[in-house]
Structures are given as C-alpha cells and as structure tokens.
C-alpha cells in the first residue's frame, strides 16, 4: 500500500519559511520561500522575504528582483521600499536607495530605520547636512539607541556645520557607549579643540595615543 504524500501549499511553505527565519536558519528559509513563490509567482509576501533574507545573506543582486515584484504587487507597504533601498545601496545606486528610502518614509513618515540608513548615506556621502538632519529624525523616534557609531556620526556632522556644543553632547553620548575607543577619543579632542579649550583637547589626544600610540589623527 503506497502512502499519500501530502503536498504542501503555497502558504504553508511560506510559514515554514518565517519559522525558519525567525530561528536565523536563513538558507533553510530561502528554500522554503522559493517554493512558495514557485506555487504562487503573486505571493508578495513570499517576494517581501525571499527580498529580506537575501539581503541578510549579503546577495543583494539577488535581492533586488524579489523585492522589485514584491513593490508592484505591494506598492504601499513601506518596509518593501526599506529593503529595496538597502539592497539599492548596498549595490551603490544611491538615488535609486534615497528614493526608496524617501518613499518609505512618504507612507509611513515615523519609520525609524529609514531615518538611520539615509542619515548613513548622506554622511558617507559627505553631506552632513542631510546626515544630521535624518540621524536628528532617527533618534527622535528611537530615543533610547544604543549605537555609538550613529552619535560619532552624528557628531562630526554637527563639528562640520559648527555645531560645536551639541557635537560635544554627541560625541559624549558615543564614548560613554563605548569607552576607549580611539576614534571616538579623537573626536572628542578635536571639539574641544575647536571650542578653543586645548587643555582638554590634549587630554583626549593622549588618552588616543595610550589605546594607540601609532594613531595618526592624535599624533597629528
């Protein structure tokens, strides 16, 4: 007697797929969503994860199909265009990544993450004034981050713009996140320094060179 085999629905290898995600089985996940996309090629909830988890996988070529489908069958969902600008960013199309970004946040305007990435961008991107403005909007709606880099950030864009006060408070946040780190220690020198108050500015510097006698920056 030959037993039935049960033939999984589109839906059903989507939930696998979630629980596999959510355990960080990200490859077993992957599989699981392309069979479900496979059964149903409409699945924009199926495309939204198969988009994430490629992402997480760090194969953003590959993302960007998955998430692009996952947009026109779900085109006001902002956490697809949050994916679709990651991936657009990673592979270094940084209008296409403002764009998603910026239409993220036109749907949904309190979405934290999308602040964080485009403060990130515009900051790579030399553009302190866009990167304040959007790390400003960021910790706004997530008051309580502990990410120093996003402070250090936030600080050498308020050093830039002559800030220099709120950049000591930023750049204050970063190192007591993270104390010792060199660059932050630098950072903090040199906004004592440019608040013209030199004393602690070498204090900084040499606390630099203690962690790391060959930094550049401190020596300098």
């Known amino acids: 007697i030959n037993s039935a085999q049960t033939t999984k629905t589109a839906i ?32 924009k909830e199926a495309l939204y994860s198969a988009g994430w988890i490629s992402n997480e996988l760090k194969k953003y070529a590959e993302a960007l199909p998955y998430l ?10 902002p956490k697809v265009y949050l994916e679709l600008g990651y991936a657009c960013e ?13 239409k993220c946040l036109s749907i949904k305007p309190g979405y934290a993450l999308a602040y964080k990435y485009l403060g990130i961008l515009y900051y790579d991107d030399y553009n302190y004034e866009k990167a304040l403005e959007n790390i400003e909007l960021f910790i706004k709606y997530e008051p309580d981050t502990k990410s120093d880099d996003l402070y250090y950030r936030k600080a050498v864009s308020e050093n830039d713009l002559g800030k220099y006060n709120d950049a000591l408070v930023s750049i204050n946040k970063a190192n007591d996140l993270n104390p010792n780190n ?8 040199y906004t004592y320094y440019l ?4 004393d602690d500015a070498l204090q900084y510097y040499d606390k630099a060179l203690v962690i790391d006698p060959k930094s550049l920056t401190a020596l300098n």
């Not at 990673?90 to 910026?102: E, R, V």
């Open 90 to 102: 990673k592979l270094d199309k940084k209008t296409d990544a403002i764009d998603n970004y910026s």
């Open 68 to 77: 692009q489908r996952a947009k026109s069958l779900w085109p006001k969902e």
């Open 195 to 198: 608040l013209k108050n030199k």
């Open 12 to 43: 059903q290898d989507y939930e696998e797929g979630i629980k596999l995600q959510d355990s960080k089985k990200y490859a077993e996940a992957m599989v699981a969503f392309k069979k479900a996309i496979t059964k149903n090629p409409n699945y």
């Open 182 to 189: 060199v660059k932050f220690l630098n950072e903090l020198g």
